[in-house]
């Protein structure tokens, strides 16, 4: 729980984690890549499918942006961000 203070008054309100999150979106490469790291630790992201990357990026928390925008470029930047990210945990 968190207490804010509002025009001089505390309110406690519950949030969740991905209400404290920045928004991102499909050029947020390096972000996204870190959020992947963190909810899929022990998946080698090269060995993960466009398809499922998809899901997955546009299931982070945080994450606005729209489905179409997406494409095998975007894709694969962020592929190549999540594994060097992967790499630096697994040395």
Known sequence: M???AVNGSYSAR???VE???PEISWTDTEEIAIRL???HPD???LSVRFTDLHRWVM?????TGDAKDSNEKK???IQMAWYEEW???HE
């Not at 299931?59 to 994450?63: K, N, T």
């Open 2 to 4: 968190i207490a804010i």
């Open 14 to 16: 519950r949030f969740h």
């Open 19 to 21: 209400d404290l999150m």
């Open 37 to 39: 790291l963190e909810s």
């Open 43 to 45: 998946v080698d992201p």
């Open 59 to 63: 299931e982070l928390g945080g994450f």
């Open 75 to 77: 894709l694969e930047a």
């Open 87 to 89: 790499q630096d945990e």
